[in-house]
């Protein structure tokens, strides 16, 4: 496949609070996740509510690779939210732009 794209890196952001369901912060996978990205923050002194993660699709792909192999390992419950599929692009929609980006 031909790349057509002169971009080096592809960048995935959620607005502040898009991502967010009571169900889903409730349930032992969101509270695993939450411990591992806290503990990979306090390794690195970094006290911060703003996270990103990146490296090679590899990297990432074997990071969240592995936060699903524990969970299947030692059983961690995962409750699926199903709901609004809908796209968001942050160009789009300038009060939410303003608000994250400042």
């Given at each position: 496949m031909e790349n057509n794209s002169n971009k080096d890196i592809a960048v995935f952001t959620f607005a502040r609070g898009s991502q967010l369901h009571s169900?889903?912060?409730e349930t032992d996978s969101y509270r695993f996740v939450s411990r591992i990205i806290n503990?990979?923050?306090a390794s690195n002194g970094v006290?911060?509510?703003?996270?990103g993660l990146g490296g090679t699709?590899?990297?990432?792909?074997c990071f969240i690779a592995g936060l699903i192999e524990y969970q299947l390992l030692y059983n961690v419950?995962?409750?699926?939210?199903?709901?609004?599929?809908?796209e968001f692009d942050p160009d789009l929609d300038s009060e939410v732009y303003d608000?994250?980006?400042g």
């Open positions: 169900n889903i912060i503990s990979m923050m006290d911060t509510p703003k996270v699709k590899e990297d990432v792909s419950n995962i409750e699926y939210e199903i709901g609004d599929t809908s608000d994250e980006l």
